[in-house]
């Protein structure tokens, strides 16, 4: 520990924090806009300059380690307008249409302006040249708003180990955006969002849905079912000022059916179908191993996240037969409207809109995907993400607040607290855990609450072992096998453990990857601003949902079990190959191609 | 290894020269630092940067495309495009720009129709900025390959071209103005 002085008050910090970090561990805040916690500072946007005595310049809080004795003034008039300077410049080349900016009051940089009180532009300065890149299905890019803070740079890079995005070219032409300012379809982006999350200002973002959306609720002649993921229900809150993590899954059904959506049903209910499937399909492939020996892919992985997809068929296509041919709930959601829901209430599916709300940009690009369709019929139509349905939800002037509480529509809309974990790392694998071990062996999963504690939290690589033991008759093979299973959240993590996988061969049976940090809590379409504390939050909101529920596994949801009795049969059967399956491809990542 | 000289005119093929750049790669890539001097010799080897060679020397680097394109574009030796038989590179430190290398320079652009960058159809010039030849004295200052050429005149660009134009046409544009 060393002592330092910050603003007159003395402090005891540790000798490799930063001023920034030793700053916040005594609330002393100091504005940055290209700082992301947990990476190393980079230093770009000179928003966090602080006064050092003994120091000849100003120094960059995020950058600056502390030393002994240092005394540090943070609110020095000269810190002060010395930052002052630092947001005009920004503001003199930045494209300020705010009027009709998608961020509004939630821009960083305009609320740093007002909180500084800059009401005039000192500078009448050259803008950065407009490019508007609108080439994919998830995200669009507006470079005349970039302010060049490198955060989408150090997420997309470091967090998710994609490297869509660097900077290009040099000087005043700097450009943040793919190889050779060519567009995001060019290059092998996955689509994940990350960069729309920690963008500052509007320079990323979804492409909306909504005007589509809007049009297909006023046409009296379409049915417009609408899915909520799991994520959506501890997050969607915090846009209308509660707390991250505060449940308020009863609130965002009433809110959905004031929009007009003609049947608010629940993701959940397929996220326990593909427990069923998913489940089925890992011990089918264990089967094949083991009795069979059969030259099976194993392990195998989840395929829930559409980054991850996207991911494996870029840059890990050895891995594509491993992972789970399950399609994600969102997909099997549209499958299961589209066809058992269509045919019970007399709706010809051409006639049906399935709406998504998820807390993803990448599932724009799955909902359009040319295999997620059955017959010619696309699954999904539409995706909103939570932004954009907090932006609906005040559109159409609903006091979300004073919403009551209200349940979802039948049949598809029950769920099990299993199907609610899918939201957060680790959710998926336990939530699986606690139905094949049942399916295998008669009895509850062993463990406390039902919670794999080893794959809970935020690790980025975390595993568990089971021993299988007191097998009943048809898995007699599965006795005193040791299961092992991993998680992987965040894209980063994932490579990692791929490459180790790569390089000294599998030690696992079963992985969950999840694109995202922390799972699609904290996905590319949740509410700004996302951070570790925001993340734990979230999935405390979660398994509390999950705990508050009758329902804890999958196979015991009794509408999935009449699913299967009324209409698909068995999992892995004809029916669900046929509706509920999907497969993969390698994508290139050249440029040539 | 040694990379002697530019193949441009020489009778290689795509083959042999994927060859050497596999030797480039082999021989940085696991060097601190060792991109920038790849990127240099594979254009010395191709004469210019590809799409092919960056695709291969990302692989080879383990670096995303992305990523090897920002450094590619950050440098202005590096360059996207083949370039021409003479590279005209026009010096706008601050000596040759104060004494005329910015008229220089866009005369040079109207007489080969070519923007800073590029290359002319005929594949004979490319135009590039050069910040000091560390020859002041004699400014403004355009080199030409190894060769430069002081106190240029803006008004006399047409006889300073032609006197690199193998092309026939190019030489009696020359004269005839």
Redesign the interface.
């Known amino acids: 520990m060393i002592n330092i002085t910050i603003n007159s008050q003395a402090v005891q910090v540790p000798e490799d924090s930063t001023i920034l970090q030793a700053a916040r561990m005594i609330n002393v805040q100091i504005p940055t806009m290209c700082h992301i916690e947990k990476r190393d500072p980079i230093g770009a946007c000179r928003v966090c300059l602080v006064e050092v005595e003994g120091a000849k310049i100003l120094q960059a809080a995020c950058s600056t380690p502390v030393s002994e004795g240092m005394v540090i003034h943070t609110n020095s008039k000269k810190a002060r307008m010395a930052r002052r300077f630092v947001v005009e410049l920004l503001l003199s080349e930045h494209d300020g249409n705010c009027q009709t900016c998608d961020r509004g009051s939630d821009c960083e940089l305009r609320t740093l302006g007002e909180d500084m009180g800059i009401s005039d532009l000192a500078f009448e300065g050259e803008k950065i040249k407009p490019h508007m890149d609108e080439t994919t299905p998830a995200l669009i890019r507006d470079s005349a708003k970039c302010i060049k803070c490198r955060r989408c740079v150090t997420v997309c ?1 470091e967090v998710q180990g ?9 000087g005043f032409d700097v450009f943040i955006g ?4 060519r567009d995001l379809k060019d ?2 982006c996955v689509q994940c969002g990350q960069c729309a999350a920690v963008c500052p200002v509007g320079a990323i973002a979804e492409k909306s849905s909504t005007p589509a959306i809007w049009d297909a609720i006023e046409n009296p002649d379409i049915c417009v079912v609408v899915q909520t993921a799991p994520a959506i229900r501890a997050a969607l809150g915090e846009e209308f000022g509660y707390e991250p993590g505060t449940r308020v899954t009863g609130k965002m059904v009433a809110a959905l059916r004031r929009l007009g959506f003609d049947s608010v049903f629940d993701t959940n209910f397929t996220a326990d179908l593909t427990i069923m499937e998913e489940g089925t399909e890992l011990l089918t492939r264990l089967k094949k191993a083991l009795v069979d020996k059969e030259d099976v892919a194993l392990p195998m992985f989840t395929s829930c996240s559409p980054g991850w997809i996207n991911f494996a068929e870029f840059y890990f296509p050895q891995f594509l037969p491993n992972i789970s041919t399950c399609k994600s709930p969102q997909q099997m959601f549209g499958a299961v409207a589209k066809s058992y829901y269509a045919e019970k209430i007399g709706v010809d599916p051409k006639n049906m809109i399935v709406v998504s709300v998820m807390p993803c940009t990448a599932k724009k690009f799955e909902a359009q995907r040319p295999e997620m369709n059955a017959d010619g019929i696309q699954d999904v139509d539409y995706v909103l993400t939570t932004r954009e349905l907090a932006k609906m939800i005040k559109e159409a002037n609903l006091d979300f607040n004073s919403l009551p509480d209200e349940e979802m529509d039948a049949p598809l809309g029950l769920s099990s607290g299993a199907a609610d974990i899918f939201a957060n790392t680790g959710g998926v694998m336990e939530a699986a855990l606690r139905t094949a071990y049942e399916i295998v062996t008669g009895r509850e999963l062993p463990v406390e609450n039902l919670h794999v504690a080893p794959i809970t939290g935020l690790d980025g690589i975390k595993e568990a072992s089971l021993v299988i033991e007191g097998t009943v008759d048809d898995w007699k093979f599965l006795e005193g096998v040791e299961l092992k299973v991993a998680v992987s959240h965040g894209l980063g993590n994932t490579r990692r453990m791929l490459e180790y996988v790569k390089a000294n061969g599998c030690p696992y049976h079963f992985v969950e990857v999840m694109t995202c940090p922390g799972g699609c809590i904290g996905g590319g379409g949740q509410p700004r601003f996302t951070d570790d504390s925001v993340r734990l939050k979230r999935i405390a909101g979660i398994y509390a949902e999950d705990e508050g529920k009758k329902l804890r596994k999958s196979h015991e949801n009794p509408d999935v079990q009449k699913l299967y009795q009324d209409f698909l049969g068995a999992p892995l059967g004809e029916k669900s190959h046929h509706l509920l399956h999907t497969h993969y491809a390698p994508k290139s ?4 191609d | 290894m040694s990379i002697s000289s530019c193949t441009c005119g020489q009778d290689v093929t795509e083959t042999e020269l994927m060859t050497r750049l596999e030797e480039v790669i082999k021989e940085n890539k696991d060097k601190a630092g060792g991109l920038i001097p790849a990127l240099q010799m594979a254009q010395i080897i191709f004469g210019y940067l590809p799409d092919m060679v960056v695709d291969r020397i990302a692989e080879g680097f383990n670096k995303t495309i992305t990523e090897v394109a920002g450094v590619i574009s950050f440098y202005s030796f590096f360059t996207r495009n083949p370039r021409g038989k003479y590279l005209v590179r026009v010096c706008l430190g601050t000596a040759c720009y104060v004494r005329g290398g910015k008229e220089v320079l866009e005369a040079i652009k109207k007489r080969l129709e070519i923007d800073v960058g590029e290359t002319t159809e005929d594949r004979q010039f490319s135009l590039e900025v050069g910040r000091c030849f560390g020859a002041c004295g004699m400014a403004p200052v355009v080199m030409v390959n190894d060769e430069t050429y002081q106190r240029v005149k803006p008004a006399r660009i047409n006889e300073f071209i032609a006197q690199f134009a193998t092309d026939e046409e190019l030489v009696l544009e020359g004269e005839e103005k």
């Open positions: 890079n994609v490297g869509a995005l660097y900077p290009q070219d040099r793919p190889a050779f300012c290059v092998a990542q050249t440029m040539s």
